[in-house]
């Protein structure tokens, strides 16, 4: 591999590192305590730990929409609570794909589990990826944190909200997306 490769690759790591922070930042307060409830969503039949994927094995997932995509980082409050919403969002539309990136390059599975544990998370439908390399963000042109993507069966974005959203609105976004 060529040292401009080699210096690209890590430009673009420094990139997505940054980016993390600036968005983590501006997410609020980090989350430390659990508040385990009765949960609100669809029981997922694997635990979470089986479904954290590595990137190259979910990128199949995503090509067979309906799928929705959120970007979130461990430690961002308003992204577990748009993780949340989502959740109540898809009890509605079991059959439309629900993945979660987490953004921040130097997160492992076993993070990304804790951080789902202590927001009451680990039952929302979703599979799971770290995206260490930032692939994923510069396939869907994300720059910021509590992002969502909606992807119909042709491949085609069909809805992107960046910021938080709620759930009537989530839902009313996957009713148009089934459609497509």
Known sequence: MSAQIRTARTVRRAVVFVLAALSLAACGPVATSSSHGSGSGPSP???IASRILPVS???PQLAHGPTV???MATGCVSCAADVGQLRQALASYPGVQA???DIVPQDTPTILASFLDNQDLTDAPLLWTIDGSGSLV???QMGMLDATVGIDRHGVIS???TGPV???TLTAQLADLVKR
């Open 69 to 71: 995509v959120i970007f």
């Open 159 to 161: 809805f992107r909200n």
């Open 57 to 59: 094995a979910l990128l």
């Open 99 to 101: 993945v979660g990136i």
């Open 45 to 47: 039949s694997a635990p």
């Open 138 to 140: 510069a396939r869907y």
């Open 166 to 168: 709620d759930a009537a």
